[in-house]
């Protein structure tokens, strides 16, 4: 990284000194010169000079000066010449590469240090001390989107939802996997889920229009404490595993929304099990074909209304009626009485998840 930073600094600058100038690191290796063909370079005498001087001086007709963080600086400028002038372009030189390097370790070790914490590769007493280090807000609202490509093309979503949220300093985009990437965003006061869900309609429809990639987009809920940034990422993640049970044909899930599905979700399968053979006592569920399970699902969806069911369905009442009763038979469950129709409601919901069988988080 540092290489290529110092390396596009030297080319702004290699017009206005008309001197040869560039970067050695500890090693005493040029890593960077506006002198193409002396990158890669090494003075084993320039070593010796680096490990004595943290302050300005000279070697083989170049003034060196050494710059970096630490009490040892890890690299030294150098600009050719002796003379007052080079002392004069080194210093501001060491002051500019070191100001914009500590600028770049610093983003890169905040995506890092959310990283980790989202990952829970931090130990929860070190979480504070870090983020003082690098002057993180660590009370602010922020809230946790995970992205997945389900399908796409050459483009990078990655970068597409890094331009997208330039902000660096407030909100954080970084990969976990190849296929999720996971934006943390900063929420000003006021913003609530809905405004959420639009900000991940944009992501969704962004990668889908202009770069034909499609994306589901899990989300967390708001959190105020950096600590809690785990908690909404897994949110995020279970998000994502139940709307792929229940919600197919959504490209937002939020954890918010998810309902009785969050609930049978966190259930142990075998409890899940123990229920559908408590409910179908008189047939197995299996038992129902396809017809008879979308004469449930429409009726589900017309609020267990009979007359507004049969006209959906384009079927005479009666005919409906003797659907119903046929699944009363085979089942035990009245769907017309609202107590059954919930208890089924539900049973549909656990056979679907046990055959789904989604990651657990």
């Known amino acids: 990284m540092s290489n290529r930073l110092f390396q596009g600094i030297v080319h702004q600058m290699r017009d206005s000194i008309d001197r040869v100038i560039g970067v050695v690191d500890s090693y005493a290796v040029t890593i960077s010169c506006s002198d193409l063909t002396r990158i890669g370079e090494t003075n084993e005498y320039l070593v010796l000079d680096l490990n004595e001087n943290t302050d300005i001086f000279v070697r083989d007709g170049y003034t060196y000066k050494p710059f970096g963080t630490r009490a040892k600086p890890d690299y030294a400028v150098f600009v050719e010449g002796t003379d007052e002038m080079a002392t004069k372009f080194c210093n501001i030189l060491a002051i500019s590469f070191a100001s914009i390097k500590q600028y770049y370790d610093e983003k890169y070790d905040r995506n890092n240090f959310i990283k980790n914490v989202i990952l829970e590769n931090i130990l929860p007493g070190d979480i504070y001390v870090k983020a003082r280090e690098l002057h993180f807000n660590t009370d602010v609202n922020r809230v946790v989107l995970l992205v997945r490509v389900v399908s796409s093309n050459d483009i990078s979503a990655f970068d597409v939802i890094q331009n997208l949220f330039p902000d660096k300093q407030k909100d954080f985009v970084f990969n976990i996997s190849e296929k999720d990437i ?53 949110e995020a993640q279970v998000s994502l595993e139940v709307g792929k049970v229940f919600d197919t044909e959504k490209a937002i899930v939020s954890y918010n929304n998810l309902g009785i599905a969050r609930l049978i979700y966190q259930l142990p399968t075998t409890l899940c099990e123990m229920f559908l053979k408590e409910v179908f006592k008189k047939g197995s569920i299996d038992s129902l074909d396809h017809e008879t399970l979308f004469t449930i699902q429409k009726f589900f969806e017309n609020n267990l209304n009979v007359s507004e069911t049969s006209r959906k369905l384009f079927v005479h009442r009666n005919t409906l009626v003797y659907r119903l009763e046929k699944i009363k038979k085979l089942t035990g469950l009245d769907l017309r009485e609202f107590d059954h129709a919930i208890v089924f409601k539900v049973a549909l919901m656990v056979k679907r998840y046990l055959t789904a069988n989604p990651v657990k988080y």
């Open 182 to 234: 996971v934006l943390v965003k900063e929420i000003k006061s006021g913003i609530n889920s809905k405004d959420i869900e639009k900000l991940a309609r944009s992501i969704v429809d962004t990668l889908g229009s202009e770069f034909y990639t499609r994306v589901v987009v899990g989300i967390g809920t708001i959190v105020s404490g950096v600590k809690e940034l785990s908690k909404s990422f897994k």
